[in-house]
């Protein structure tokens, strides 16, 4: 009798192949759609339509009050943390003036015990110096019983059983940085940014909702185009245009303010959840099944 199909069986103690497929096992692609990247004219910390957008020298677009609150937050957080390396080197410095007065009364005890002919002995085996200061073989030492059985416990693991490592704060940098980008960023460094917006009849009949155009050849602004804003004055220009036009010459076109090669900053693209920017928008989806349990563990991933 032969043996039935891998498809048709369906009492072995393992999975085939057909059955892990129907159960989604295997990394899954898919091609993330318009909705899943952030539209160019979104704020980078609230992910809305900004309100009064500032861009810094990197082209990274914020509200002008989700910027000024981070950046008033991560100055407070500086601020807490100078506090805190202060105390610590407050207290690294008593702790050193505190050794040293142990050290100097330690030679004092040892001269006054020469002195009256005793032969101090300061070895790590008999010169440990207690709680109450006393000395050597004569040291009368008071431990509680809660220190004794502490010192004694076999329990490591237990919280009041474990070494506690001195926690060391290191001196935090002055500078805030931009959080899209991670370079410094200054207040005064952020510019103003003016899009030129489409009141033609055409797009007011069709929809309700914003859109921007490049002053310049009145195309409309999209996530696949290039964006340029100019330093100087603010304004939003397609790259074709800014690279045609403004770095030649060295005037905007709206306002006819001059500028230079520096003023030309590039406008980042809105990125994914899973992946910041990129062209490649792909994401992935693996599914490991459990042990003879028939239940997967989703891990997404993305590749760019």
Partial sequence: ????????????????????????????????????????????????????????????????????????????????????????????????????????ARELDAFDQQNHGAVPQYNDRNHSQDKNGFHGANSVKVTSYEEEALRTMKAFWLPSATPE??????????????????????????FPVYFTEDKSEEKKSSSNDKSFICPSCKVTLTNT???????????????????KFMAVDKVCLVCNKPCKERNLVNVEKGGTGFAAHGDRLEARDFKHLGSGSGLGLVRPAAKT
């Fill in 1 to 104: 009798m032969p043996q039935r199909h891998s498809k048709n069986n369906n009492d072995l103690a393992f999975f085939t192949y057909d059955e892990k497929r129907k159960l989604g096992y295997g990394t899954q692609k898919e091609r993330l759609g318009k909705d899943s990247i952030k539209p160019f004219d979104a704020c980078c910390l609230c992910l809305k339509p900004f309100i009064d957008p500032l861009c810094c020298q990197k082209g990274h677009i914020f509200c002008k009050e989700c910027i000024l609150e981070c950046l008033l937050s991560q100055k407070k957080d500086i601020q807490r943390k100078l506090v805190a390396h202060a105390a610590q080197q407050k207290q690294e410095k008593e702790e050193e003036e505190e050794r040293l007065m142990l050290q100097k």
């Fill in 165 to 190: 490592a001195p926690v060391k704060v290191e001196a935090p940098s002055a500078s805030t940085i931009c959080p899209e980008g991670k370079e410094k960023l200054k207040l005064k460094s952020l």
């Fill in 225 to 243: 185009l290039s964006l340029v804003a100019l330093s100087s004055c603010g304004h939003v220009f397609c790259k074709k245009c800014a690279d």
